[in-house]
Protein backbone atom coordinates (compact mmCIF):
# COMPACT_ATOMS: atom_id res chain seq x y z
CA UNK A 1 0.00 0.00 0.00
CA UNK A 2 1.64 3.34 -1.07
CA UNK A 3 0.19 7.05 -0.56
CA UNK A 4 2.51 9.45 -2.69
CA UNK A 5 1.90 13.21 -2.05
CA UNK A 6 3.37 15.46 -4.79
CA UNK A 7 2.81 19.25 -5.90
CA UNK A 8 3.95 21.21 -2.61
CA UNK A 9 6.25 24.12 -3.73
CA UNK A 10 6.90 27.27 -2.97
CA UNK A 11 4.46 30.14 -4.16
CA UNK A 12 3.01 33.54 -3.48
CA UNK A 13 0.01 34.59 -1.91
CA UNK A 14 -2.90 34.68 -4.24
CA UNK A 15 -1.30 31.85 -5.88
CA UNK A 16 -2.24 27.99 -6.54
CA UNK A 17 -1.31 24.74 -6.42
CA UNK A 18 -2.35 21.21 -7.24
CA UNK A 19 -1.71 18.82 -5.08
CA UNK A 20 -1.91 14.79 -6.18
CA UNK A 21 -2.45 11.95 -3.64
CA UNK A 22 -0.91 9.10 -5.80
CA UNK A 23 -2.20 5.89 -4.40
CA UNK A 24 -1.61 1.84 -5.14
CA UNK A 25 -1.96 -0.85 -3.62
CA UNK A 26 -5.53 -0.68 -3.04
CA UNK A 27 -8.72 -0.34 -4.46
CA UNK A 28 -9.32 3.56 -3.86
CA UNK A 29 -12.67 3.28 -4.94
CA UNK A 30 -13.75 1.80 -1.54
CA UNK A 31 -11.61 4.17 0.50
CA UNK A 32 -12.62 7.81 1.44
CA UNK A 33 -9.48 10.28 0.81
CA UNK A 34 -8.88 12.90 3.46
CA UNK A 35 -6.23 15.49 3.17
CA UNK A 36 -4.70 16.69 6.27
CA UNK A 37 -2.16 19.73 7.01
CA UNK A 38 0.22 20.46 9.71
CA UNK A 39 2.06 23.92 10.43
CA UNK A 40 5.21 24.13 12.26
CA UNK A 41 4.41 24.26 15.98
CA UNK A 42 0.38 23.50 15.71
CA UNK A 43 -1.70 20.38 15.56
CA UNK A 44 -2.65 18.38 12.55
CA UNK A 45 -6.03 19.23 10.93
CA UNK A 46 -7.97 18.19 8.55
CA UNK A 47 -8.69 20.11 5.49
CA UNK A 48 -10.61 18.39 3.09
CA UNK A 49 -12.07 15.22 2.48
CA UNK A 50 -13.83 13.21 -0.18
CA UNK A 51 -15.94 9.94 -0.38
CA UNK A 52 -15.79 6.76 -2.04
CA UNK A 53 -18.10 7.70 -4.29
CA UNK A 54 -16.75 10.97 -5.11
CA UNK A 55 -19.78 12.51 -4.55
CA UNK A 56 -19.38 13.57 -0.93
CA UNK A 57 -16.90 16.16 -0.17
CA UNK A 58 -15.96 18.31 3.03
CA UNK A 59 -14.01 21.44 4.11
CA UNK A 60 -12.21 22.90 6.91
CA UNK A 61 -13.95 26.52 6.92
CA UNK A 62 -10.56 27.76 5.66
CA UNK A 63 -10.92 26.05 2.36
CA UNK A 64 -14.12 26.39 1.82
CA UNK A 65 -14.45 28.32 -1.41
CA UNK A 66 -10.87 27.92 -2.05
CA UNK A 67 -9.84 24.49 -2.30
CA UNK A 68 -11.43 21.87 -4.45
CA UNK A 69 -11.30 18.37 -4.05
CA UNK A 70 -11.41 15.67 -6.47
CA UNK A 71 -10.73 12.06 -7.69
CA UNK A 72 -9.89 10.02 -10.76
CA UNK A 73 -9.96 6.64 -9.66
CA UNK A 74 -8.84 5.01 -12.99
CA UNK A 75 -5.49 6.87 -12.33
CA UNK A 76 -5.99 6.19 -8.61
CA UNK A 77 -5.32 9.39 -7.83
CA UNK A 78 -6.80 12.41 -5.37
CA UNK A 79 -6.08 16.13 -6.26
CA UNK A 80 -6.21 19.07 -4.18
CA UNK A 81 -6.92 21.81 -6.27
CA UNK A 82 -5.40 25.35 -3.96
CA UNK A 83 -6.43 28.57 -5.10
CA UNK A 84 -6.04 32.34 -3.34
CA UNK A 85 -3.45 30.34 -1.49
CA UNK A 86 -2.70 32.83 2.16
CA UNK A 87 0.62 32.49 4.27
CA UNK A 88 -1.44 30.53 7.03
CA UNK A 89 -1.81 27.76 4.13
CA UNK A 90 1.55 26.84 4.88
CA UNK A 91 1.75 23.60 5.96
CA UNK A 92 3.15 20.08 4.89
CA UNK A 93 -0.15 18.31 3.60
CA UNK A 94 -1.21 14.81 3.61
CA UNK A 95 -3.42 12.49 2.01
CA UNK A 96 -5.26 9.67 4.02
CA UNK A 97 -7.53 6.57 2.98
CA UNK A 98 -10.10 5.74 5.12
CA UNK A 99 -11.79 2.61 4.41
CA UNK A 100 -15.66 2.83 3.56
CA UNK A 101 -16.54 0.39 1.74
CA UNK A 102 -18.05 1.24 -2.21
CA UNK A 103 -20.65 4.24 -3.18
CA UNK A 104 -20.36 5.99 -0.05
CA UNK A 105 -21.67 9.63 -0.08
CA UNK A 106 -20.67 11.20 2.88
CA UNK A 107 -17.15 11.92 4.57
CA UNK A 108 -15.54 13.91 7.50
CA UNK A 109 -12.38 15.14 8.29
CA UNK A 110 -11.35 12.13 10.13
CA UNK A 111 -10.15 8.89 9.91
CA UNK A 112 -10.39 5.84 11.56
CA UNK A 113 -6.95 3.97 13.48
CA UNK A 114 -5.66 1.39 10.40
CA UNK A 115 -6.29 4.45 7.77
CA UNK A 116 -3.31 4.65 4.80
CA UNK A 117 -1.22 7.51 5.01
CA UNK A 118 1.15 9.20 2.62
CA UNK A 119 4.22 11.19 3.49
CA UNK A 120 4.03 14.84 3.35
CA UNK A 121 4.66 17.38 0.65
CA UNK A 122 5.58 20.85 1.63
CA UNK A 123 3.84 23.80 0.65
CA UNK A 124 4.74 27.20 1.74
CA UNK A 125 2.99 30.95 0.52
CA UNK A 126 4.86 34.04 1.00
CA UNK A 127 3.57 37.24 1.52
Known amino acids: VQLQASGGGLVQAGGSLRLSCATS????????IVWFRQAPGKEREGVSCISSSGTGTYYESSAKGRFTISRDNAKSTVYLQMNSLKPEDTAVYYCAADYQGWGTYVCDLKVKGNAYWGQGTLVTVSS
Open 25 to 32: GFRLSYYA
